[in-house]
């Protein structure tokens, strides 16, 4: 399975860290991120990252700002994107479950590694469950449709 990474300044560390521990999993991994500490705008990464998931480059992405807020927000902008900011495992796991999110998003301000690793093991190991979540998934993308 394939993992697309991205991040800004504030996040540089994590990424390396989640990418070097999906890499120990088995995952491929592809960064998107700025790789240095100098201050740099969220958004671009949040659509690369995003763009690389609908492209069908990669399967997941993970999205990393200091909060997770303003790269999950940039994600969610680009068509077909289901991006949600966890900052527990429970979270993560249900974004899978109930929402079929394909982006999973953090702060690097907000949580530890520790933690992270938990978050992302809950999202990447939790299947889509379909059925009546189905429909309001497709709910949601009507009104992407819309615009
Ligand atoms: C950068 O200082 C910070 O604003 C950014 O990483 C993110 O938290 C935005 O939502």
């Known amino acids: 399975m394939k993992i697309v ?9 994590l990424k390396n860290q989640i990418s070097d521990y999906l890499k120990e999993k088995g995952y491929e991994v592809l960064n ?17 990252v995003a763009r690389a998931v609908v492209n069908g480059e990669a399967d997941f992405g993970i999205a990393i700002c200091g909060t997770g807020l303003g790269i999950s927000l940039a994600c969610n902008k680009v068509k077909g994107i289901r991006a949600c900011v966890c900052s527990e495992p429970y979270t ?15 702060g690097a301000r907000v949580v530890g590694l520790d933690l992270a690793k938990m978050i992302v093991d ?3 190991n939790s299947e889509f469950e ?8 497709d709910l949601i993308m009507d009104i992407e449709k819309r615009g």
């Open 32 to 48: 998107v991120g700025t790789d240095t500490t100098e201050s740099i705008d969220y958004p671009i990464y949040g659509e690369k």
């Open 92 to 106: 993560a796991q249900m974004s899978r479950r109930h929402n079929n999110c394909n982006v999973l998003c953090f």
């Open 130 to 137: 379909g059925g009546r979540h189905q429909r309001r998934v």
């Open 122 to 124: 809950s999202f990447l």
């Open 5 to 13: 990474i991205g991040n800004d300044h504030a996040a540089v560390e």
